[in-house]
């Protein structure tokens, strides 16, 4: 049974950083691409950031490229996001996922398994 288990969230001001860790077990972490989804209230669930198996690969939205960071560590089968410059529109629960494949990808259907999710709140 996979397990994925999002920490990190909080209350941050704008301008603040946080870092998201999401600890995976149950497969082997190495064999997976991992990626991390948002949902703000009242809106639809949208993808933030994507790394392939080994962490040469990655992706990032148009709205958090340049401030968030996605990287891996396949000892410690845990992967994190870097948030850095945080804005209140990044406010939302963070979730964590884990791909069908090695490959790093942005469709969410293509995520077999998701975390319970962290909240991130950014005040003005």
């Given at each position: 049974?996979v397990q994925l288990v999002e ?24 064999n997976y691409g991992m990626g ?18 080994s962490g040469g690969n990655t ?66």
């Open positions: 049974q920490s990190g969230g909080g209350l941050v001001q704008a301008g603040g950083s946080l870092r998201l860790s999401c600890a995976a077990s149950g497969r082997t972490f190495s991390w989804f948002r949902q703000a209230p009242g809106k639809e669930r949208t993808f933030v950031s994507a790394i392939n198996w992706y990032y939205a148009t709205s958090v490229k340049g401030r968030f960071t996605i990287s891996r560590d396949n000892a410690k089968n845990t992967v994190y996001l870097q948030m850095n410059s945080l804005k209140p529109e990044d406010t939302a629960v963070y979730y964590c996922a884990q791909n069908r494949r090695m490959g790093a990808t942005t469709l969410s259907s293509e995520y077999e398994y998701w975390g319970q999710g962290t909240q991130v709140t950014v005040s003005s």
